[in-house]
């Protein structure tokens, strides 16, 4: 019996260990940009910083394990979108949706960003890839309203000037822009 448990155990360990890793590397063939989380302790300091408030909707673009949504959401009730396209980071945020109280301004789709329209945000976040961002800048500028926001981490878009940059208490920078 304890054999057989023992068995099915590592089984399933094996699956979830193989579904984690094959869908990493098709994840990163189809973006090229790995999943590298952003810290709670720098959302909560962009939140606060960037007065984020309910009335915003926000997108993270590649939304990875779905934290920068939750926490945004938690912190400041703005309806928020997150996009990605790694099955195992999705499948992640969509099963810890499940057990929190926050469906009703949450969302998370598992969709190349890209292939979405961005009209409704007022607030883009981006923790991307440089290769990225020139497309990222010219979705930005062709979809957001005027007065929305880009926060975008590390990488800014090569073309567009930042009205407000500063730097995450471990260093990293922040470049914002506006339409
Ligand atoms: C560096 S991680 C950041 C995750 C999350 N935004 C955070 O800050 O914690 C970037 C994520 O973007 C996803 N990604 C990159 N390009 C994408 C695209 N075109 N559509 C959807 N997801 C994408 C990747 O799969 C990866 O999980």
Not at 21 to 27: E, K, T, Y
Not at 48 to 69: A, E, H, P, Q, R
Not at 80 to 86: A, H, K, S
Not at 122 to 144: H, N, W
């Amino acid at each position: 019996m304890l054999y057989q448990i023992f068995l099915i155990g590592s089984l399933l360990f094996a699956f979830l260990l193989l579904f984690v890793v094959s869908s990493s590397l098709l994840g990163f063939m189809l973006t090229r940009v790995p999943f590298v989380p952003t810290r709670a302790a720098d959302i909560e300091f962009i939140v606060k910083k960037l007065g984020i408030t309910s009335k915003d909707i926000f997108y993270d673009l590649g939304s990875g394990n779905g934290k920068v949504c939750f926490i945004v959401n938690k912190l400041t009730g703005a309806k928020c979108v997150g996009f990605e396209l790694t099955w195992w980071t999705y499948l992640w945020a969509k099963i810890k949706l499940k057990f929190k109280d926050q469906k009703s301004k949450l969302q998370f789709k598992n969709q190349n960003f890209f292939n979405h329209n961005w009209g409704e945000a007022t607030i883009i976040y981006g923790y991307l890839y440089p290769m990225l961002m020139r497309q990222v800048q010219e979705k930005f500028i062709a979809d957001c309203k005027p007065g929305s926001r880009a926060i975008i981490r590390d990488f800014p878009f090569p073309d567009l000037k930042p009205v407000e940059v500063f730097y995450l208490p471990q260093n990293h920078e922040i470049y914002v822009y506006k339409v």
